[in-house]
């Protein structure tokens, strides 16, 4: 049987304690939360400049790592020449259809709304990020703790 006490690759992975786990997660969470707050301050902004916008940003219900997205309005008065979407519909703005949309704006609209374009991105990568490392550490900690109770069950000594 292999000792794996003190093998090197205890070394090179430098796997964090159970409290600095713990820690993690609090702080993880905390930075969701105000990276929920930023966006929703975005959707806010966006909709207060752009309040008849044929498109305008929103909180995406679904559990998905692009939170925040653009979606075609359903008011029949925002009726888009450019077509190609539906009303509700999702739309990427460097799509092929996002760019004619941009394409047909003012150039001062287009150069903003490429702005908060670049917000909701990088919001997006913020949140994506958060949410799989919590995922990930949550993982880690349930696996070790498993890997504890089993230990102690053999040892006669669970719980």
């Not at 752009?50 to 305008?56: I, L, R």
């Not at 008065?77 to 009303?87: F, L, Q, T, V, Y």
């Not at 150039?107 to 994506?128: A, I, K, T």
Request: charged share 30%.
């Amino acid at each position: 049987m292999a000792n794996t006490r003190g093998d090197e690759w205890e070394k090179v992975i430098d796997a964090p304690s159970m409290k600095a786990v713990r820690e993690r997660l609090q702080d993880l969470e905390q930075r969701r939360t105000e990276l929920l707050e930023l966006g929703q301050t975005m959707v806010n902004q966006f909709r207060r400049l752009y309040p008849d916008a044929p498109f305008y940003l929103t909180k995406y219900s679904a559990k998905a790592l692009s939170e925040f997205r653009w979606r075609r309005s359903q008011s029949a008065k925002h009726a888009w020449r450019g077509g190609g979407s539906s009303p509700g519909v999702t739309l990427d703005l460097t799509s092929e259809h996002g760019k004619k949309l941009l394409l047909e704006l003012p150039q001062d609209v287009r150069d903003d709304w490429l702005r908060w374009e670049s917000w909701r991105v990088s919001l997006n990568l913020g949140l994506s990020l958060c949410t799989y490392e919590h995922f990930r550490l949550r993982d880690y900690a349930s696996r070790k703790r498993l890997m504890r109770e089993m230990q102690l069950e053999w040892q006669g000594k669970a719980k």
